[in-house]
C-alpha cells in the first residue's frame, strides 16, 4: 500500500521508515525543506539508534522516498498519517492543533482518491470529529465525491528506542468509526498482526483518550515513586529497594518506579497539561494528574537545590563550579524538550554556580536552551575544576567514569547522582562525598 506521512520528525520518521521495511511504500512529507534535502542525502534530523541505517536501506530499496509537496506525496496514498507536532499552546496548557488542522486543510485540498486519513499524532478528546469535519467540507473531497474516513492511532514509541517499540509494540491501538478505516488499517499493519501484536480496535474518541490517560498513568508512577524517594531520605530507607520490592507485585509491575529529577521530555509534560484541559472542559476534574504536574514542576528545581546543598550551601555555592553530565531528558535521544537539566542548571545559575556541560548527542540543541552552560567536548574536560559532579541524564558513558581520574581532575571530590546509576558504597571508598535520590 501506498503510505504518505505527513510530519517527518520523531514520530513520522521513524513510523515512516518503519512502514517501508514492513514493505510498504511510503513518502514522508514535511514543510521543513531543508530537514527535506538532508534525509535525502541521508543525513539525520534527528539522532535515533538504528534509524539511519533503517531510513538508508529503505530509501535504496526504492520503498521510502521525502517531499515537501504534499499534493504530490499523499496522491495514491491509501492512508495518510498526520504525525505534526502537537505542542502546548503558549498561555494555558491546551493541545496547539493548529499544525493538524493546517495538514488536514491541505489534504482536504489536495486529495484526489479515496483514504483514510490517520491521526497518528497525540490530540485531544474530539480532534478526529474536527479532522472529519474539515475534510468533509473541502472542496474537492465534496466534489470529487471521494471516500474518506478519520481514523485515530496514537502512537506509543519511546525516544532512543524508538525503532525497535515500532516493530514490537505492546500493542497498537485504533480508534475507527467505520470498516472502510478498520479495513484500511488492518491492510497498513498486516505485518505486525502476523507478529501477533495485539491491536486493539476501539472508538475513536476512546483511542484518543487511550494516549492521553497511559501517559498520564506513566507520568503519575515515576511522580510517586520520586515522593516516596523523598520520604525515603527522610526516614533512612533505600527506594530502589522499595520499588524492587512493590515492582515485583505484577499488580504494579517494576516498570517506571526509577526515583530521579522528575519526568521531562515531549510528551509527559505536554500530555498531562493537555488532559487536564480536557477533563476542566468537560468539567470532570482530574485531580490526581492535577498533583502529578504540581509535584513533578517543583522537583526539578528541587534537584538544583540538592546540588547547592551538595556544594555547601546557598552562601558556599555561589562563585563554585558545577559539571553536568548529561542534558536531554533521557539517553540515547538529542531530544532537550522540557529536559529537567534546563531548570537544574537554571537553579545553579540563580544561585550563582557556574557550569560545564556534557551530553554525547543534546549539546548542540541545548547550547542556545542554556546560555548559562559552558559545553564539553567530553566529561572529563567538564569535571576539570568541578567542586562538584552532578548526574542529569543516565547516558551508558557515565555509568563506569574513571573514579580515580574524576578525583584528580575535580577540585573537590563531590558527586551528586540523580540517576541513581552508582552504587553509594563504591563511590564512598573512592573518597567521594555522594548523594543520590531516595538513598542513604
Ligand atoms: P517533531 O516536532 O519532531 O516533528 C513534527 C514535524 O512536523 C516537524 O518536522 C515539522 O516540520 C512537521 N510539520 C509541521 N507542520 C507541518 C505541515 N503542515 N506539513 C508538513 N509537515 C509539518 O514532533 P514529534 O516528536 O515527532 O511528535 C509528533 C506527534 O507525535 C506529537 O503529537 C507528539 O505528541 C506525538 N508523539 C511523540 C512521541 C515522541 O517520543 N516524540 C511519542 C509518541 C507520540
Not at 514509541?157 to 480508534?175: M, S, T
Amino acid at each position: 500500500m501506498k503510505i504518505a506521512m505527513v510530519g517527518s520528525g520523531y514520530v513520522g520518521l521513524v513510523s515512516g521508515a518503519c512502514f517501508a521495511d514492513f514493505g510498504h511504500d511510503v513518502v514522508c512529507i514535511d514543510k521543513d525543506a531543508s530537514k527535506i534535502e538532508r534525509l535525502r542525502e541521508g543525513i539525520m534530523p534527528i539522532y535515533e539508534p538504528g534509524l539511519d541505517a533503517l531510513v538508508e536501506n529503505n530509501a535504496r530499496a526504492g520503498r521510502l522516498s521525502f517531499t515537501t509537496d504534499l499534493a504530490e506525496g499523499i496522491e495514491g496514498a491509501g492512508a495518510i498519517f498526520i504525525a505534526v507536532g502537537t505542542p502546548s499552546r503558549r498561555g494555558d496548557g491546551h493541545a496547539d492543533l493548529s499544525f493538524v488542522h493546517a495538514v488536514a486543510r491541505e489534504v482536504g485540498e489536495s486529495l484526489v482518491n479515496d483514504a483514510v486519513v490517520v491521526t497518528k499524532s497525540t490530540v485531544p478528546v474530539g480532534t478526529g470529529d474536527e479532522v472529519e469535519r474539515i475534510l468533509m467540507e473541502s472542496a474537492a473531497v465534496r466534489d470529487r465525491g471521494l471516500k474518506v474516513a478519520v481514523v485515530s492511532n496514537p502512537e506509543f514509541l519511546r525516544e532512543g528506542a524508538a525503532i525497535g517499540d515500532f516493530k514490537r509494540p505492546d500493542r497498537i491501538v485504533i480508534g475507527a468509526e467505520d470498516d472502510f478505516g478498520r479495513d484500511v488499517m488492518r491492510e497498513v499493519y498486516r505485518p505486525l498482526f502476523l507478529n501477533e501484536s495485539p491491536i486493539l480496535f476501539v472508538g475513536r474518541r476512546t483511542s484518543e483518550l487511550i494516549k492521553y490517560a497511559a501517559n498520564a498513568f506513566l507520568a503519575t508512577k515515576i511522580t510517586f515513586i520520586n515522593e516516596i524517594a523523598d520520604l525515603c531520605e527522610k526516614v533512612g530507607a533505600n527506594v530502589q529497594d522499595v520499588a524492587r520490592g512493590i515492582g515485583m507485585d505484577n499488580r504494579i509491575g517494576s516498570k517506571f518506579l526509577h526515583a530521579g529529577p522528575g519526568y521531562g521530555g515531549s510528551c509527559f509534560p505536554k500530555d498531562t497539561l493537555a488532559l487536564l484541559k480536557t477533563a476542566e472542559d468537560y468539567d470532570s476534574p482530574t485531580r490526581i494528574v492535577e498533583a502529578v504536574v504540581k509535584v513533578n514542576d517543583s522537583r526539578k528545581r528541587a534537584m538544583g537545590r540538592k546540588v547547592v546543598e551538595a556544594l555547601g550551601g546557598l552562601d558556599a555555592a555561589r562563585g563554585k563550579r558545577v559539571a553536568m553530565l548529561g542534558l536531554t531528558f533521557k539517553p540515547n535521544t538529542d531530544d532537550m524538550r522540557d529536559s529537567p537539566a534546563i531548570a537544574v542548571a537554571q537553579t545553579l545559575a540563580d544561585a550563582g554556580v557556574e557550569i560545564a556541560a556534557y551530553d554525547p548527542e543534546g549539546m548542540e540543541i541545548a547550547a542556545p536552551l542554556m546560555p548559562e552552560v559552558e559545553m564539553k567536548d567530553d566529561p572529563y574536560a567538564a569535571i576539570e575544576g568541578a567542586d562538584a559532579v552532578v548526574i542529569v541524564t543516565e547516558w551508558d558513558v557515565f555509568r563506569a567514569l574513571d573514579l580515580t581520574r574524576v578525583k584528580q581532575l575535580a577540585k573537590s571530590p563531590v558527586l551528586v547522582d540523580l540517576r541513581n546509576i552508582y552504587t553509594p558504597a563504591d563511590v564512598r571508598e573512592a573518597g567521594f562525598h555522594y548523594t543520590s535520590v531516595g538513598r542513604e
